[in-house]
């Protein structure tokens, strides 16, 4: 299921304001990418482009080209909402519906497409997707219950299982472990290990460890200063930016010299 | 046994003492009137239940068939007024909060709160004056060809004056408030939640139905009762629409039409005196008692599915 992301001479915009410049690089299929730079880099902004997220925002608007498996996301007649039907994405803080039961928030996605699923289809889809999200065994009893009632860590892992029910061809993670506790962070970090060998993902994250613990590559974006746009400093494999980076700001900034 | 260390109450400062003070006096006060509005609801009431309804206007069998007709007119007023405005108003109020641009939201927002503040006795004129005799050809169209549908049993009325017109009024008339108190309740949806429907290969009208509207469904009731509440008390529109009938009829385009509580005792009470007025209270206790009704049936579908609300 899982592609290859290419990025080629990326420009982003709010409005005006080039927010993120000159991107390009290409994200191997079932890897882990880290996205990792200070607060304000683009690199949430990025990554919202790589399922057109981005253009929700009024004003928000993008120059260049996203090729998932040659297919350029921004070609003319491309539909956004079928993009972000391949191109799952996991949000900074978790975000089940808290209008819908444990069950309602995982199928969400699917009865999109399907609003017809038989319920024996629909129960197989339901746990398969919790059991690939480790939650299975938490909330089997209680299903019917309200997904909003759950910890913070579990309401998060909810929100991967109702991204992979739709078996999508990416995740992109936006600091999914920000509003976490240690060990729902370690669950989830746990979890990316495992749909690694399914899924290409791209995560953002400001913690390091975290990057370093999970990610096969990891791309380094920095900022000159406010109201500069964020550029994409170096990408690399995960162990050469932690131990031997060749851009003296990725060292000052993995060595915790700045920022 | 080790004795309780003394606990130290927070001290009372005088701004706490004389908030919590006035809190208290306004909270008691909305039931004071409640109560006092009740008690005088009920104690001018009594003669006319017990009087020989020979007396009451009209001479009928008894107070309940005096006051039915006028129940039933009232509710199918109010009922007809909520099916065609609360469309409209969910359409109008989710324009405003999810498809206009910003501008012309703004616009259209300000229009709305202006409609609100036009005082009804204008509605009713306009009713009268204008709508319903724009509208009585249509009636008489409906009537010719639609005649068999009980709800449009000839004859027609020449004059337009039905109940189906104060519907229309009364509609008009509750569209303003449904639409700016959902409006509010749409635009505070969390644009986390709308994002995940987005993000979930949703288009905008699913992202509202995954989203929105679920997340604004208690709002939308309360709106919806407080239009409700409106038009079930609305005076001056619909007398100055209709001209009363005592009978019990759906059909919406005939000159024989039912009236609403507060029309009928509005035309009677300047000329009620002795037991005719205790029996224009009572109906007005009647009336009273389907608001409060309607409003507990409101609560209670609020309150069913409240775990699921988001507010946990």
Redesign the interface.
């Known amino acids: 299921m899982s592609k290859r992301i290419e990025v080629r001479d990326l420009d982003v915009y709010y409005g005006t304001f080039r927010a993120v410049e000159g991107v390009t690089l290409t994200i191997e299929p079932r890897t882990v990418t880290a996205f990792i730079g200070p607060s304000g880099c683009g690199k949430s902004t990025f990554i919202r482009t790589l399922n057109r997220m981005h253009e929700v925002i009024p004003g928000a608007r993008v120059d260049g080209e996203v090729l998932i498996d040659g297919n350029n996301l921004y070609g003319p007649g491309v539909d956004p909402v079928l993009v972000r039907r391949q191109v799952g994405m996991v949000f900074q803080r978790p975000n089940p519906f808290p209008t819908m039961s444990i069950r309602e928030n995982v199928l969400a996605g699917v009865r999109l497409n399907n609003t017809r699923m038989p319920k024996q289809e629909a129960d197989e889809l339901v746990e398969k997707s919790l059991m690939g999200a480790n939650l299975w065994n938490e909330v089997k009893d209680r299903l019917d219950k309200p997904g909003s009632g759950l910890s913070g860590g579990q309401q998060q892992r909810l929100c991967i299982a109702r991204t992979i029910a739709v078996s999508p061809e990416v995740i992109l993670m936006d600091e999914p472990c920000s509003a976490l506790d240690p060990i729902s962070t370690l669950a989830i970090e746990d979890l990316i290990e495992e749909l690694k060998t399914e899924y290409t993902i791209v995560i953002v994250t400001h913690n390091m460890q975290q990057a370093s613990r999970v990610s096969d590559k990891t791309a380094f974006f920095n900022i000159e200063g406010t109201g500069k746009p964020g550029k994409l400093i170096e990408y690399d494999d995960t162990t050469t930016i932690f131990s031997n980076p060749s851009v003296k700001a990725t060292e000052d900034y993995v060595s915790g010299k700045f920022g | 046994m080790t004795a309780a260390p003394a606990r130290i109450a927070a001290k009372k400062r005088l701004g706490d003492t004389l908030f919590s003070g006035a809190a208290l006096a306004a909270g008691t006060l909305i039931l004071v009137v409640l109560a006092a509005v009740a008690i005088f609801l009920v104690a001018q009431s009594i003669p006319a239940f017990l009087v020989d309804p020979a007396e009451i206007k009209g001479s009928p069998d008894s107070f309940w068939s005096y006051v039915g007709p006028l129940v039933f007119g009232t509710v199918w007023a109010a009922a007809l007024a909520l099916i065609i405005a609360v469309p409209i108003a969910l359409g109008i109020s989710l324009f405003i909060s999810h498809y206009a641009p910003?501008r012309l939201a703004q616009g259209l927002g300000y229009t709305i709160d202006l409609l609100a503040a036009v005082p009804s006795v204008v509605y009713g004129l306009w009713g009268a004056g204008v709508l319903a005799p724009a509208i009585q050809p249509f009636y008489a169209w409906l009537v010719d060809n639609a005649g068999w549908f009980p709800l449009f049993t000839p004859p027609v009325s020449g004059t337009g004056r039905t109940i189906l017109t104060v519907a229309i009024v009364l509609a008009v008339m509750i569209l303003p408030i449904i639409t700016a108190l959902c409006r509010e309740v749409f635009l505070q949806t969390?644009k986390?939640?709308e994002?995940?429907?987005?993000?979930?290969?949703?288009?905008r009208w699913?992202m509202i139905r995954?989203?929105v509207l679920?997340?604004g469904?208690p709002g939308i009731i309360s709106a919806v009762m407080l239009g409700l509440g409106r038009a079930l008390g609305e005076t001056m529109a619909v007398a100055m629409v209709l001209s009363p009938a005592v009978i019990i009829s759906f059909v919406l385009t005939s000159s024989q039409n039912p009236t609403t509580i507060p029309a009928n005792i509005a035309l009677n009470y300047p000329e009620a005196h002795g037991i005719g007025v205790n029996v224009l209270i009572a109906t007005g206790l009647i009336l009273f008692v389907i608001t409060f009704a309607v409003n507990s049936v409101a609560r209670w579908a609020v309150s069913l599915?409240k775990?699921?609300?988001?507010?946990?």
């Open positions: 910003r969390p986390l939640h994002e995940a429907a987005l993000a979930l290969g949703a288009t699913e995954m989203a679920p997340f469904r599915r775990e699921f609300s988001g507010a946990n």
